[in-house]
């Protein structure tokens, strides 16, 4: 069965501090993995996006992490401001021709002044 | 990045009506039309996904007779909720495929719908 899970489920950090969420997956035949940020009352928005041949792709503060062999992805946060405060989803698409895509239940960041 | 625009940002209708959301690809054709509901805290749930010019394809559980989609450009669908209860109330979000993109998927701002 194609999952993704995503842990913490929530987070709360320091504004300046580094965080590191983790997105683990079940998705076969892998094509790519995106991770997104939605500001509450908001759609998501594009961070990073990493196929089947990429381990690391940055996006200024946000640095995606890719580990194909053990299926699993982290998005390492530098230096968090408030404005960071967001659910940040993995998804990840399965290439079946038509490209089914499956959303983790994503991860509440809160970061505190 | 490429934007997509919905309407209205947000709704509030009677029990027993009909509202019609707008998604529309702002700078860029697209092939592939997703819509999702989301729930208070909850992530996104796929509703149907929608080709231009074809019929949308539901996922198990959403009502196609409820739910109705409509795709008849490359820039512009909708998704009418009819004899909207208070239970449909939530959050709806469009987001787009590009033509010449497999993978890049841009979000729509997402519609507040609030039936009372």
């Known amino acids: 069965k194609n999952q993704v899970e995503q842990s913490p489920q929530s987070l709360i950090i320091l504004e300046g501090k580094n965080c590191t969420l983790q997105c683990n997956y079940t998705v076969s035949p892998f094509s790519n993995l995106r991770w997104y940020k939605q500001d509450t009352g908001r759609g998501p928005v594009s961070l990073t996006i990493m196929t089947f041949s990429e381990n690391t792709k940055s996006n200024g503060r946000y640095t995606a992490t890719l580990d194909a062999d053990t299926k699993q992805s982290s998005l390492h946060i530098t230096a968090s401001q408030l404005s960071d405060s967001a659910s940040y989803i993995c998804?990840?698409?399965?290439?079946?021709?038509?490209?089914?895509?499956?959303f983790g239940a994503g991860t509440r960041l809160f970061v505190k002044a | 990045g490429a934007v997509v625009s919905q309407h209205p940002s947000w709704v509030i209708c009677k029990s027993g009506t009909s509202v019609k959301i707008e998604c529309r690809s702002l700078?860029?054709?697209?092939?592939?039309m997703f819509w999702y509901r989301q729930f208070p805290k909850q992530s996104l749930m796929l509703m149907a996904t929608s080709n231009e010019g074809s019929k949308a394809t539901y996922e198990q559980g959403v009502e196609k007779d409820k739910f109705l989609i409509n795709h008849a450009s490359l820039t512009l669908s909708t998704l009418t909720v009819t004899s909207a209860h208070p239970e449909d109330s939530s959050f709806y979000i469009c987001?787009?495929?590009?033509?010449?993109?497999?993978?890049?998927?841009?979000f729509g701002p997402g519609t507040r719908l609030t039936v009372t």
């Open positions: 998804v990840v698409s399965a290439d079946t021709g038509g490209f089914k895509t499956i």
């Open positions: 987001s787009a495929r590009a033509l010449a993109e497999n993978y890049e998927q841009y």
């Open positions: 700078d860029f054709q697209a092939t592939t």
